[in-house]
């Protein structure tokens, strides 16, 4: 690959790992088989959105009320430990990391999940070395975006993230942004550029290409 004059940025679930199913059933697991149809659209609506949040608006749509602080810390904690199976061993996303090894870009991780679980996650798959900096909560993706910006100075950033979440952040920070949608695919009508993953470096450079035109219309 030629040098870029941009930088890239990546979420993590969806876009570098095969994890937005596995968490969506670990997540489901938490409520009573009563409610799993209605948690389960809720789950898969709020992909990209910060746990804590996803969970009370879940809780909300099941039961009809908020939880309280110890009933929602409760849930947390139930999630992190239903987590630690789904996690042991996450499905990389096709081609990402002999893309990582060939690109020269600067790249950065931007997720809403925990920071820990993200670093993790990098360490188990042995990426952490690929990015420069890795985000997770409770820094929002929108300002992480905008410092990896700050820190690439002159040059742009592309974000490829799973979630309609992901573009907003990417449109309030500035970004470019390309859909990945070979897990998930919030995107079926939009004109998003977008790739199913990393295989091809052709589909992702034009993917890039496009991104990087329609953010400086």
């Known amino acids: 690959m030629q040098p870029p004059s941009y ?3 990546f979420d993590m679930d969806g876009v570098i790992f095969r994890t937005t199913r596995p968490k969506h ?3 489901l697991s938490l409520f009573p ?3 799993k149809e209605v948690a389960s659209d809720e789950i898969m609506s709020m992909s990209g959105v910060p746990r804590g949040q ?3 608006r879940v809780y909300e749509r099941c039961f009809g009320r908020t939880p309280s602080g110890a009933e929602l810390q409760a849930l947390l904690q139930k999630y992190e430990v239903a987590l630690r199976v789904v996690l042991a061993d996450p499905v990389v996303t096709p081609g990402i990391k002999s893309f990582l090894e060939r690109s020269s870009s600067q790249c950065f991780v931007c ?3 925990p920071l820990e679980e993200v670093e993790r996650q990098l360490q188990i798959a042995g990426l952490e070395k690929r990015f420069e900096r890795a985000y997770g909560a409770p820094t929002s993706k929108t300002q992480a975006l905008q410092d990896v910006s700050r820190r690439v100075g002159h040059m742009d950033v592309v974000f ?6 992901d573009l907003k952040a990417a449109k309030d920070a500035g970004c470019a942004f390309v859909a990945v949608v070979g897990e998930t ?3 079926p009508e939009s004109p998003t550029p977008r790739v199913a993953d990393f295989v091809n470096d052709v589909v992702v450079l034009d993917a890039i290409n ?3 035109v329609a953010n400086a219309a």
């Open 54 to 56: 996803k969970l009370t």
């Open 111 to 113: 997720s809403s999940a």
């Open 25 to 27: 059933d670990a997540m």
């Open 210 to 212: 496009c991104a990087l």
């Open 7 to 9: 930088a890239i940025a």
């Open 185 to 187: 695919d919030q995107f």
């Open 160 to 165: 490829f993230g799973d979630a309609t979440a």
């Open 33 to 35: 088989g009563a409610t």
